[in-house]
């Protein structure tokens, strides 16, 4: 099992920036491909981003596309979520997730952390 645990949310103007993290401990992290979701009030948990274990291989949702950034630091047992350009619509719990392969289905996910809120204001 992989213990992982968000940081870095917060209130945001839309336009705005902010970077989300998620550390890892338990497990070799290395292992394991990450992913991001988010969860807005009275919605489904909805993918976000994944990265596999060597970066090589990044998925995003078309709703982020070009404004979100997914990356990894398996020296620091990190994931971030760079996230450019926020609109009200990204206002959601975010969590990431560990899975034993890229995956945009939340199924595939086995582990998970307990979410950091972001709210972007209009």
């Known amino acids: 099992q992989v213990q992982l645990v968000e940081s870095g949310g917060g209130l945001v103007q839309a336009g705005g920036s902010l970077r989300l993290s998620c550390a890892a401990s338990g497990r070799t992290f290395s292992n394991y491909a990450m992913g991001w979701f988010r969860q807005a009030p009275g919605k489904e948990r909805e993918f976000v981003a994944a990265?596999?274990?060597?970066?090589?291989?990044?998925l995003y949702a078309d709703s982020v596309k070009g404004r979100f950034t997914i990356s990894r630091d398996n020296a620091k047992n990190t994931v971030y979520l760079q996230m450019n350009s926020l609109k009200p619509e990204d206002t959601a719990v975010y969590y990431c997730a560990a899975s034993r392969f890229v995956a945009t289905i939340k199924n595939y996910y086995n582990d998970w952390g307990q979410g950091t809120q972001v709210t972007v204001s209009s």
């Open positions: 990265i596999s274990t060597d970066s090589i291989s990044t």
